[in-house]
């Protein structure tokens, strides 16, 4: 490629610079570039396995501020309530609560949500609960789109409500 | 007929182009790298279907490990120098207690009002300590915030 211009002439002499090297035969100089390709790959294969293309991702929460009291009807307020063990029960106002499994909480909550664009959730976990149960909570309100909810603690009044005995131990 | 002598060739394989593209790749690989920050504490994040990648600036940090212990962080270390005393600023984060933790999450937000509330915690541990925070961070006029999750499979 380079070696194609006037410089690739070989031992041929022109003007002072060649009488300058006359006796010098031009050497093909060879570089090993063994080594150096070794460590490049070896530095692409570190970096390619250390890569993690994935961050992890964030669940946004917007809570309503403390102080600020939104007037809903009872009908259109959803209640969902986590207990320690995993079980969810529902009920919109002062009905009775309801059990309905994780895997069916989603199309439910996307039903409710369209039949109702004015529905509000509270969401009361239990203390005790896994601390994935209220992501996973969350998460299945953010699928449904039901952006205005808010989370309360579960009390044992709550837990009167469901039927569960008020403090368990362990 | 006399046999044809097979000249012995010397093979040689340009390995420029093979070359080329290994240096590409690792300068790619090298600049796109980013090295984990380091944590005091480790989690093993819950899972979600959230698509918002953890943002990685003007956000303080609260983790809670599955002991139930609390600790807070921020991204700038001179916010951490102002914070947690010129002693602590090269810490990711400091362990905190329930009560500190309004004050502190609240000198962060004024320190830089963009700043955001990421919450930590472990799948397996408890949602007593989560609500905790949340209600520590109302007390600090932070109702927006963010739960860290790892991509979910299903």
């Not at chain 2, 920050?37 to 940090?61: C, F, G, R």
């Not at chain 2, 102002?82 to 990711?92: M, N, V």
């Amino acid at each position: 490629m380079a070696g194609g211009g006037n410089m690739g002439g070989g031992g041929r002499s022109h003007g002072k610079k060649g009488k300058k090297h006359k006796g010098k035969r031009r050497m093909g100089t060879h570089i090993d570039m063994t080594p150096l390709v070794d460590v490049a790959f070896l530095l692409l294969t570190f970096f390619m396995l250390t890569t993690t293309f994935s961050l992890p991702q964030v669940l946004e929460i917007n809570l309503p501020p403390s102080e600020s009291r939104s007037e809903v009807t009872e009908s259109s307020l959803l209640l969902l309530r986590v207990v320690n063990d995993g079980r969810i029960f529902w009920n919109f106002g002062t009905d009775q609560p309801r059990s309905i499994q994780w895997k069916d909480l989603r199309s439910f909550l996307r039903e409710r949500a369209v039949s109702n664009p004015n529905m509000i959730c509270l969401v009361k976990v239990d203390r005790k609960a896994k601390y994935s149960y209220s992501v996973q909570m969350i998460d299945e309100l953010n699928l449904a789109s039901i952006t205005r909810f808010s989370l309360a603690p579960l009390l044992d009044a709550d837990k009167k409500i469901i039927g569960l005995p008020p403090e368990q131990e362990g | 007929m006399p046999k044809i002598k097979k000249k012995r060739v010397n093979v040689m394989i340009d390995m420029t182009p093979l070359v080329d593209v290994a240096f590409l790749l690792l300068t790619f690989f090298m600049l796109t790298t980013k090295f984990r920050p380091q944590e005091d504490v480790t989690v093993n994040l819950p899972a979600s279907h959230a698509k918002v990648k953890t943002p990685e600036s003007d956000v303080m940090t609260i983790t809670f490990s599955p002991d139930g212990k609390i600790y807070f962080g921020v991204d700038s270390q001179q916010l951490r120098a102002q914070l947690f005393g010129e002693s602590r600023k090269l810490r990711p984060s400091i362990p905190v207690t329930l009560e500190e933790l309004p004050d502190l999450a609240q000198a962060a937000k004024n320190a830089n009002p963009k700043m955001r509330a990421i919450i930590k915690g472990d799948r397996d541990g408890v949602y007593g300590p989560a609500e905790d925070v949340m209600n520590a961070l109302q007390k600090a006029n932070i109702a927006r915030f963010e739960l860290v999750t790892v991509e979910s499979r299903d």
